[in-house]
């Protein structure tokens, strides 16, 4: 077993790229000459991965050379604290993966003569341990995902010496003793040729990608026997079954086909023995964007989007999603090959959002507008009236309080009016606005307030 330590801070560049960008700020941008890209398609990066500890943030890309990790807690200010480099690394390596549990980090490739490296994340950002290096149970593996109210690591596509130096589609380990992985069993869809090429795993429950055949839920809480729960094997615009990930309260599940030109599709999944698909839709930004990695937060959902770069849909209305951001990373204008947008990581506490380039590396950004106008909001002792309004709408504020801003956004969450300064008599001027629904947030020293508002 070895236990190393790389820290390498290299020569860093920020690129001039002509982005294009809706309702997204750009905080932080990080790419490093010195490394190369891949003799495949030329990416020097991939994954990205984000999470806390020490109560500070963090955001992981993977690349040719290793895997990078970074501060990004105050994010316009975000720096490489530490970099691992991978057992190999070169031209040869297209695809790294990475899942974090309990204070510890998997990681893994997909090409090469690599491994599965678990990496000590508790005394960052100072230091990061190696405590585990094999290729013993994983030499490769395409994607990983973490069962983490069973401590179970899920790997797809697994090449390793246990193995036979033959793959597998999808394999589980048990990682209650994190630095000692133990393997447990391998599966495969029966009737299934494809293999598994990404998976969302949630306690026992696993949603499986399996490439051209298709979607399918698999219980494995008997390991001896996985029970096949659901699947989806025929929908419209189907492709390569690519990757996907599920609402909170599973009933929604949207899922990508890697194919140039495929929509994406909306799946109801509150009934596994009948998966329906609610809808399809296109980013129509080219007639060749393809969607790549996707994760939904609250109504949410993130598409990293070859060529494309980020694309943010709001999903509270499955049957119909809706645009409300976007920020381009890749600077060129061609759909060739597979380049631009890798991946994203939307879920920090913060709302920091991490996607990561192929070709231009780290992205950090934020919302420059609320993207979820249709999110619950508990402080509720503001109140406003009349409503529907015209012309002039009043605020009720309890015990005097100062407001420090009144913003109105359309149904798309664009912003359309917003004031700063004082109210006077806390009433605000709405003449400028058509009729039409919108949506009201008032923001005061201590509490907040949103609210559907008609104006007639």
């Not at 500070?56 to 690349?63: D, P, R, T």
């Given at each position: 077993m070895k236990k190393l330590l790389f820290i390498t801070i290299g020569l860093v560049t920020t690129l001039s790229i002509a982005q294009?960008?809706?309702?997204?700020?750009?905080?932080?941008?990080?790419?490093?000459?010195?490394?190369?890209?891949?003799?495949?398609?030329?990416?020097?990066?991939?994954?990205?991965?984000?999470?806390?500890?020490?109560?500070?943030?963090?955001?992981?890309?993977?690349?040719?050379?290793?895997?990078?990790?970074?501060?990004?807690?105050?994010?316009?200010?975000?720096?490489?604290?530490?970099?691992?480099?991978?057992?190999d690394f070169g031209p040869a390596i297209i695809h790294r993966d990475y899942h974090d549990r309990n204070g510890y980090l998997y990681a893994v490739s997909d090409e090469g003569n690599s491994s599965l490296q678990i990496i000590d994340l508790k005394q960052l950002p100072d230091t990061a341990i190696v405590v585990y290096d094999s290729n013993e149970l994983i030499e490769t593996s395409h994607n990983i995902f973490i069962d983490e109210a069973k401590n179970i690591l899920y790997a797809c596509n697994v090449r390793a010496p246990n193995l036979g130096w033959s793959s597998t589609s999808l394999a589980l380990y048990d990682i209650n003793e994190p630095s000692n992985p133990v393997h447990l069993i391998d599966y495969e869809v029966p009737g299934t040729g494809s293999g598994v090429h990404d998976m969302w795993v949630r306690n026992d429950t696993a949603i499986l990608n399996n490439g051209y055949d298709g979607l399918f839920i698999v219980d494995f809480s008997d390991l001896n026997s996985p029970q096949l729960l659901g699947s989806l094997t025929e929908y419209p615009d189907k492709g390569y079954n690519h990757s996907g990930w599920p609402t909170l309260d599973l009933k929604t599940y949207v899922m990508a086909d890697e194919n140039w030109g495929y929509d994406m599709k909306v799946l109801d999944i509150s009934n596994l023995s009948n998966i329906d698909v609610t809808t399809t839709f296109n980013p129509e930004i080219d007639a060749n964007s393809i969607a790549h990695n996707q994760i939904i937060n609250g109504n949410l959902l993130y598409v990293s989007s070859y060529h494309d770069g980020l694309q943010v849909y709001n999903i509270s209305e499955p049957e119909n999603p809706t645009k409300v951001a976007s920020f381009s990373t890749y600077a060129l204008d061609d759909h060739d090959s597979y380049r631009g947008a890798w991946g994203v990581y939307p879920l920090l506490p913060s709302g920091t959002i991490l996607v990561s380039d192929m070709q231009y590396g780290l992205f950090v950004l934020k919302p420059s507008i609320d993207l979820d106008i249709h999110k619950e909001i508990k402080q509720t002792n503001m109140s406003i009236y009349p409503n529907p309004a015209q012309n002039e709408l009043k605020i009720g504020v309890p015990n005097n309080e100062k407001l420090s801003s009144v913003s109105v956004y359309d149904s798309t969450g664009s912003l359309i009016l917003k004031n700063t300064t004082t109210i006077a008599n806390n009433t605000l001027d709405i003449s400028p606005l058509k009729s039409g629904i919108y949506i009201l947030k008032v923001q005061g020293l201590r509490t907040s307030y949103q609210e559907k508002l008609i104006v007639k």
């Open positions: 294009t960008n809706e309702n997204l700020e750009l905080l932080y941008q990080w790419n490093e000459d010195s490394l190369v890209g891949s003799s495949a398609y030329n990416n020097t990066y991939n994954e990205v991965w984000g999470f806390v500890m020490n109560n500070k943030e963090f955001a992981v890309i993977g690349s040719t050379a290793g895997t990078h990790i970074f501060d990004v807690t105050d994010a316009e200010n975000s720096k490489e604290v530490q970099f691992i480099a991978g057992e």
